[in-house]
């Protein structure tokens, strides 16, 4: 299997996903303060029509880029140097859940972003990754392209039950949630992002530490899926 991860700047698709994002809210976690929070300028955009909002972001994304182009270059470098040391051991890791798989095709390409929404893009396998992350970008690189392996798996093997879910949203998109609260609080994944505490999110705290519970009992995707799904879709 071959992976590699490879990290860009995007100020285009940053404009796009700003504007978004301030009209999205998904697990408990309102995203447009992910878009204001780092940016108090803009902190009044929500209140503007779409066409001024659309200008706002425009030109405030061109001066904040322009303005901050050295530190976001050197920010890309660093995401390079952090990640470059993990591959191999993340590849093995993914080797052994997912049971030797095909890398799902894609561009697997992390863009950095000057906003905290850090979403995730199914179809060309790219994310962004907000440049002041407290994680730190091995910590979203891992999560997002677990997602890529997890989605991929299931439709690939499970097609019965989530052919035709939704990975966006419901009961699909909680279990590649939890699922990577569970994966990426392993002491082999702790290791390559360095943080002891994985966050999820606030809908799906009340059931992490039976969804751990049951990857400790039987380490095996296709167990942890069906399990998994019996008892969501029942609670
Ligand atoms: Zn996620």
């Known amino acids: ?48 029509s779409e ?31 952090d990640w470059e040391p993990v591959e191999n051991k993340f590849i093995e890791q993914i080797n052994k859940i997912f049971k030797n798989p095909e890398t799902p095709e894609g561009k697997y390409i992390g863009y950095l972003s000057i906003i905290n929404c850090n979403p995730r893009f199914l179809d060309s396998k790219t994310f962004q990754i907000f440049y002041k992350h407290r994680a730190g970008s091995n910590y979203i690189a891992a999560h997002e392209v677990l997602h890529f392996f997890f989605y991929d798996y299931a439709n690939r093997n499970h097609s019965d039950v989530f052919a035709k879910l939704n990975p966006d949203d419901g009961i699909y998109w909680d279990l590649a949630e ?58």
Request: glycine share 4%.
């Open 51 to 81: 066409v001024e909002r659309k200008e706002i972001i425009n030109d405030y994304f061109d001066r904040y880029y322009k303005k901050h182009e050295k530190e976001l270059l050197d920010c890309i470098e660093q995401f390079r140097e």
């Open 1 to 48: 299997m071959k992976l590699h991860i490879t990290f860009k700047l995007n100020k285009e698709l940053d404009k796009e996903m700003a504007l978004v994002f301030l009209d999205n809210e998904a697990g408990g976690v309102d995203f447009s303060q992910g878009v204001t929070g780092p940016h108090p300028e803009i902190k009044n955009i929500k209140e503007k």
């Open 178 to 235: 939890l699922f990577n609260g569970v994966i990426l609080d392993l002491p082999e994944f702790i290791a390559m992002h360095g943080q002891v505490e994985t966050k999820v999110y606030p809908a799906h705290e009340k059931h992490i530490i039976l969804m751990k519970k049951l990857w400790d009992n039987e380490p095996n995707i296709d167990n942890w899926i069906i399990e998994a799904y019996r008892y969501l879709n029942s609670s």
